[in-house]
């Protein structure tokens, strides 16, 4: 009896063993909606974050579903893996058809073992629509250029990655191509209309979001002036660098000169420099590598020899994550940044390099240490941006992983304490021989680890290497991981 006792337990145990994985995947899941409320008829914007390890999710079966107030399913979507991006955002919307059940709704994220819900309103009543445009100037003449900016709101709070649909009309004929833009973080949107070959007169701009069935319209008015004789060419800009996370284009041209602002020989914005000479001209976030052309305009529509430059990697990457180190091992693996170029030093002398894959693995060998050395590691990206250097010993871990503990797609590191979100342009500081030494603005959604925090000027957070960022009330946003992430990152 206790033979056959013991064989089944054997039996049990192995299949315990066998469907249980050896190592359980970190997977991070977020999901948001455009808007809190809105009215049967509206499209819903949704987008989120699906990260798997640090990785883009995709591959792993995620499903999105919508619940009405009763329960039951009104939307599903099963292959969201197209609509996944490089950095595991992804994108999507549904309808809310005429007649729907007022409520609260529920959009539900599911991959493998883990869920999140995003909850929203459908009202009938008490809901107010609204998009805004405006032009940046009252009247144009014919080859100018019309900067259109506006807003879409829901009871006087923006919607997130609607899309907005401009057209310019006359008699009820559309005559610019057909351009759609997409609001950010604030609702905002933003279109560039060249007014070339376009006869004087008074045109219609409609903007319209069909996700909401709300439209505005606004006059456009070009007027028949004769220009004097041009001059010369007006003299080219001065350009500060751009980077790939900054919102704005700044420098200097002629006082009250026009400035046109080219991506890839497209034009995405423009504006015009103060009386000082002086321009802070905003831009969509351009990707590094990205060819820029600024110009000066003048009166006569005459441009200035562009300034070309390229947008530039200013993030640093992060610094790399070790596995495995024993004292006898010559090969040092671990992860960073993709594409990052991975160096290892003894005391300042570089003893071996390599580059990290598409998934940001990386395999260097060194030459022969011994045990108990002293090495620094970092990584660095195509710009010479290089990450704060991670110091080991060798054979200091025995026969250990180094945790991996991840808080909404962050990586936790040891000392950290919480993370700041920037949510307005805030200065960037360093502590220098007890000074604090401006280094430059931080853009609305960057987003940075913090490991200490002290009171004074007005409370600063600080995010490590000397860098701090001041508490201001509206600016930033202090967040701390729960007890529960913090046990499981200092746990031995």
Not at 243 to 272: C, W
Not at 301 to 328: A, H
Request: a positive charge; hydrophobic letters at 35%; proline letters at 5%.
């Amino acid at each position: 009896m206790k033979k056959h006792v013991s064989a089944m337990l054997t039996i049990i145990l192995f299949l315990i063993v066998a469907v249980i994985p050896v190592s359980a995947e970190t997977i991070d899941l977020e999901v948001n909606s455009g808007s809190e409320q809105y009215e049967p008829g509206n499209w819903v914007t949704v987008f989120g974050k699906i990260v798997v390890d640090g990785r883009p999710g995709k591959d792993i079966n995620a499903s999105l579903i919508v619940k009405n107030p009763e329960g039951l399913i009104i939307h599903r979507n099963e292959k969201l893996d197209p609509s996944i991006d490089s950095t595991g955002s992804f994108l999507a919307f549904f309808n809310i058809l005429k007649g729907a059940q007022i409520g609260t709704y529920s959009i539900i994220l599911s991959a493998k073992h883990k869920t999140v819900t995003k909850e929203f309103e459908v009202v009938g009543t008490g809901i107010v629509k609204e998009i805004t445009v405006k032009t940046n100037q009252e009247s144009y003449r014919g080859g100018e250029d019309v900067l259109i900016t506006g807003n879409v709101t829901i009871n006087g709070k923006p919607v997130v990655r609607a899309f907005v649909d401009i057209k310019i009309e006359k008699d009820g004929v559309q005559i610019n191509k057909d351009s759609t833009s997409i609001t950010s973080k604030n609702g905002s949107y933003l279109s560039v209309f060249p007014l070339k070959n376009v006869d004087p007169g008074t045109y219609i701009i409609k903007v319209t979001c069909k996700h909401l069935n709300i439209e505005k319209t606004k006059d456009l008015i070009i007027e028949n002036i004769v220009k004097p004789l041009p001059g010369p060419l007006p003299p080219p800009p001065f350009v500060n660098k751009v980077g790939d996370s900054d919102i704005y284009v700044t420098g200097t041209a002629e006082k009250s000169s026009t400035i046109h602002i080219k991506s890839e020989n497209e034009l995405i914005s423009m504006g015009k420099a103060d009386n000082n000479g002086n321009f802070r001209i905003e831009i969509p976030v351009q990707k590094a590598g990205t060819n820029l052309a600024i110009t000066v305009v003048d009166n006569y529509g005459q441009n200035s020899e562009p300034v070309k430059i390229i947008v530039s990697v200013i993030t640093p990457p992060q610094e790399p994550i070790i596995n495995v180190v024993p004292g006898n091992q010559m090969t040092i693996t671990g992860e960073s940044e993709a594409y990052s170029n991975i160096s290892v030093y003894q005391e300042k002398v570089e003893l071996a390099k390599t580059t990290a894959d598409e998934y940001g693995k990386f395999s260097v060998n060194i030459s022969s240490v011994k045990p108990g050395t002293y090495l620094a590691i970092h990584s660095s990206d195509s710009s010479g941006n290089i990450s704060n250097s991670v110091i080991f010993q060798l054979g200091e871990i025995k026969e250990k992983t180094i945790q991996k503990v991840y808080w909404d797609g962050d990586l936790l590191k040891k000392g950290q304490i919480g993370r700041v979100t920037i949510l307005k342009p805030i200065n960037l500081w360093k502590s220098e021989n007890k000074k604090l030494v401006f280094v430059r603005v931080l853009k609305p959604g960057e987003r940075f680890r913090v490991y200490s925090y002290e009171s004074k000027n007005g409370g600063q957070y600080g995010l490590g290497s000397g860098l701090v960022v001041t508490n201001m009330k509206g600016y930033v946003a202090y967040q701390t991981p729960s007890k529960g992430k913090l046990k499981e990152l200092n746990e031995e």
